[in-house]
């Protein structure tokens, strides 16, 4: 069978209270079948249903967790012998900060369900320690810290779209000082490029304003690097259609997030828009926090 055409199934796990209702919203918002609560046991019988279809290919979404207690443990095991069918399988993997998830937990006045006679940061702390494995295996990762109802469906749109083919590129911004973006796939340091921050008339400006933009993309090294790393992104872009992975986060920081990665960032998305079925959009995390 055609890869384009295989049908798909995506399990969404993570963590408790990071997002996953939202993301099954936004998920059949988009067409796709929403199974929740699932042991992962099921998903070879819930794998079925694409025979059954007798119009498009359906695609499924099955979001588990540890609410499934002792079953919940046989999840990578059922999933590598789904793998081993025709069927496109992704594994999404919600996180955000313990900071985060106790503010959350706390909003709704319910204990998390790994707490047991402890407290929320005991529970988030067992819930990370066992789903560790899982994150180290996530075709994607969300980290939803920083992201309202609003934003995460947003993000689900961008990456899972019904009408999505080929490639989706989200290529942001961030300031080094406030963090690596924990749903990275690739890393990109700027720092090494002259800062605009001491330039007095480009301080108060940022890496979307022409000045500045042209100050980072004139320095000595910056357009070789560029060809360099677009080249070696496109062995990697290459790498991902071969492996069905259709979405990437590549995160471009330098110090604040307000000049060079924003510049570099947005000359990148220019350039690997321009490859076939490569869907490119742009963020910049922390522009507006200097």
């Excluded at 290919?57 to 590598?80: H, K, Q, T, Y």
């Excluded at 006045?109 to 320690?129: F, K, M, N, S």
Aim: with cysteine; aromatic share 6%; glycine share 8%.
């Amino acid at each position: 069978m055609d890869s384009a055409r295989k049908p798909e199934l995506l399990v969404v796990t993570g963590m408790s209270g990071a997002g996953r209702s939202t993301v099954g919203n936004a998920l059949e918002d988009q067409g796709w079948y929403v199974i929740d609560n699932l042991p992962p046991q099921l998903l070879g019988p819930i794998s079925d249903l694409f025979s059954l279809s007798k119009a498009t290919l359906p695609r499924i979404a099955v979001i588990i967790d540890v609410r499934g207690g002792e079953f919940f443990n046989d999840l990578l095991a059922n999933l590598s012998a789904l793998r081993e069918r025709d069927i496109n399988v992704q594994l999404l993997f919600l996180e955000a900060s313990d900071a985060a998830l106790v503010k959350r937990f706390e909003s709704v006045r319910r204990p998390h369900p790994l707490q047991g006679e402890g407290t929320i940061v005991d529970g988030i702390a067992a819930e990370r320690h066992e789903l560790l494995t899982l994150r180290e295996s996530a075709d994607i990762v969300f980290d939803t810290t920083e992201l309202n109802v609003h934003q995460l469906t947003n993000r689900v749109s961008d990456a899972f779209a019904s009408t999505a083919r080929g490639l989706r590129i989200n290529v942001m911004s961030f300031g080094f000082k406030y963090g690596i973006p924990a749903d990275a796939d690739l890393v990109v340091d700027a720092r090494f490029i002259p800062n605009p921050h001491w330039q007095e008339e480009l301080r108060a400006k940022t890496g979307n304003d022409h000045e500045v933009a042209g100050y980072v993309l004139a320095q000595p090294g910056v357009a070789e690097f560029i060809e360099n790393y677009t080249a070696a992104l496109r062995v990697v872009l290459n790498g991902y259609r071969t492996e069905n992975k259709k979405f990437a986060t590549i995160a471009i920081g330098c110090t604040g997030g307000k000049h060079r990665s924003v510049a570099l960032s947005n000359k990148i998305a220019e350039i690997i828009s321009q490859e076939q079925d490569v869907k490119v959009s742009v963020k910049h995390r922390d522009l507006g926090r200097e």
